[in-house]
């Protein structure tokens, strides 16, 4: 989120600030061609920031630097956790609508990111994705980060690969899943969260129907009624 709220959940480790920092950082970025997509975790704390930040990162004019939201989920369920106010799989769903239909945001339908370029649910499935710790351990999924069970390898030492890892990530086939196999909206959510539906037993697809239905009406047949009408009338 902004400054009060980040700096709050994701400080230095002696209490120092963070994010004025990351911004002088991406300021860094105005003449590169490097692409930088920055996830925004949202809860029922910070969720009011979004549109801001969002504002913020246009006014960069740097095409090459956009922003998602993300709902910041509860996984170790056992642990005590008094960082975040967790968002409902409703809440989030309900956050976003509202973005959305917001007709002061810039770009609204990039926020839904469900018609995109991805050729994946996420990165983790990519043969050359990883995410790295501070040990030098890749892993391909940032919430398993921690677990060295699932680490794939050391960075000092990349011949002792975990395969057993590797292949819940980039061997999966969603066709093997009847409930997926059967869902309209497959491919469109390319069988959702690996780690969730491996690891927590439970399936996530990224949007619901509600969003899904309000992203066709919004980027479709809203633009298309009037574009019909135009059309109509010479």
Same mark, same amino acid.
């Given at each position: ?14 209490? $120092?600030?963070?994010? /004025?920092?990351?911004?002088? #950082? ?5 003449? !590169? ?7 925004? =975790?949202?809860? %029922? ?17 740097? #095409? %090459?630097? !956009?922003?998602?939201? !993300?709902?910041?989920?509860? &996984?170790?369920?056992?642990? &005590? #956790? %008094?960082?975040?106010?967790?968002? !409902?799989?409703?809440?989030? %769903? ?7 239909? /917001?007709? #002061? ?7 839904? $990111?469900?018609?995109?370029?991805? *050729? ?25 980060? $921690?677990?060295? +069970?699932?680490? *794939?390898? =050391?960075?000092? @030492?990349? /011949?002792?690969? @975990?395969? =057993?890892?590797? @292949?819940?990530?980039?061997?999966? /086939?969603?066709?093997?899943? +009847?409930? *997926? ?9 390319? $069988? ?12 996530? *697809?990224?949007?619901? +129907?509600?969003? &899904?239905?309000?992203? &066709? ?11 019909? +009408? @135009?059309?109509?009338?010479?």
């Amino acid at each position: 989120g902004l400054a009060e709220h980040h700096d709050k959940t994701r400080p230095l480790r002696g209490g $120092g600030k963070t994010f /004025d920092k990351i911004w002088n #950082n991406l300021r860094l970025f105005e003449d !590169s061609p490097v692409e930088v997509v920055i996830r925004m =975790n949202v809860d %029922n704390n910070n969720f009011d920031d979004y549109a801001t930040l969002k504002k913020m990162i246009s006014d960069l004019d740097n #095409n %090459n630097i !956009s922003i998602y939201p !993300s709902p910041v989920e509860d &996984i170790n369920k056992d642990k &005590i #956790n %008094n960082i975040s106010d967790f968002m !409902s799989v409703q809440e989030f %769903n309900d956050f976003t609508l509202r973005e959305c239909d /917001d007709k #002061n945001s810039l770009e609204r339908e990039e926020d839904f $990111g469900i018609v995109d370029d991805r *050729c994946c649910y996420c990165a983790a499935e990519l043969f050359n994705s990883y995410v790295i710790d501070e040990k030098g351990d890749f892993y391909k999924c940032w919430d398993e980060i $921690g677990r060295e +069970e699932n680490k *794939c390898f =050391n960075v000092l @030492n990349k /011949d002792q690969i @975990n395969y =057993n890892v590797l @292949n819940r990530y980039l061997v999966c /086939d969603v066709f093997e899943d +009847e409930e *997926c196999r059967n869902c309209v909206y497959l491919p469109l959510c390319f $069988g959702g969260c690996n780690f969730q539906k491996h690891k927590l037993g439970k399936k996530n *697809c990224g949007f619901s +129907e509600d969003i &899904i239905n309000t992203y &066709i009406e919004n980027n479709y047949l809203k633009k298309g009624g009037a574009m019909y +009408e @135009n059309s109509t009338e010479g």
